[in-house]
């Protein structure tokens, strides 16, 4: 789902979300977006549209609830881009979780051997101890053998979801997932 075209050297270390984002914030005003190329080393035209100030926008269309509430929960949330893991541990704490952060997979095995945790939510994409492996250990320790996880992540594409399953995690949602797609992954534990 988000990956970058290049001829075998990444032009920096992003997955290409940001269009992904820009994406979810036109279609949250009302907007939409277009990506138009003719071809490899042809460029790319990006078109954003959005209603005029004082246009009405459509309301947004609501998914369906899932009986998740994370109030009281022990949420660890590992990633190791600061810019996306503080803002999802803030808005789990909103719904009410307790959410310890790690910015790493070493860092989260060091936390997970006090607390007991409820649900831990992991990107797969990390320096030194990447998801897969973070995943291993934790089935591998008694202690947290049977924690709910979920792998959240940039890679998207089915292939990424089932590796993510087959390492050990119970469920996977590309980047960016909102609560409501959490909680729903979650009640289908």
Do not use: C
Request: net charge negative; aromatic share 6%.
């Amino acid at each position: 789902m988000f990956n970058q075209a290049h001829d075998g050297v990444a032009l920096n270390g992003g997955l290409g979300i940001g269009f992904a984002l820009v994406h979810e914030l036109a279609v949250a005003h009302g907007g939409h977006v277009e990506a138009k190329s003719d071809g490899a080393g042809q460029g790319a035209e990006f078109i954003v549209w959005l209603p005029q100030v004082g246009a009405e926008v459509p309301a947004p269309r609501e998914a369906p609830s899932a009986d998740v509430d994370f109030k009281g929960w022990r949420v660890l949330a590992v990633d190791d881009y600061a810019q996306a893991l503080v803002p999802f541990a803030e808005v789990l704490r909103l719904e009410g979780a307790v959410v310890d952060t790690a910015a790493s997979g070493k860092e989260a095995l060091a936390l997970l051997q006090t607390p007991r945790y409820d649900l831990l939510v992991s990107d797969l994409g990390m320096p030194e101890m990447d998801g897969f492996q973070l995943i291993g250990e934790v089935r591998r320790q008694e202690a947290t053998r049977d924690l709910r996880s979920v792998a959240m992540s940039g890679y998207g594409r089915r292939v990424d979801a089932r590796r993510a399953l087959e390492a050990g995690f119970d469920a996977h949602l590309p980047k960016p997932a909102s609560i409501e797609e959490l909680k729903a992954a979650i009640s289908r534990l």
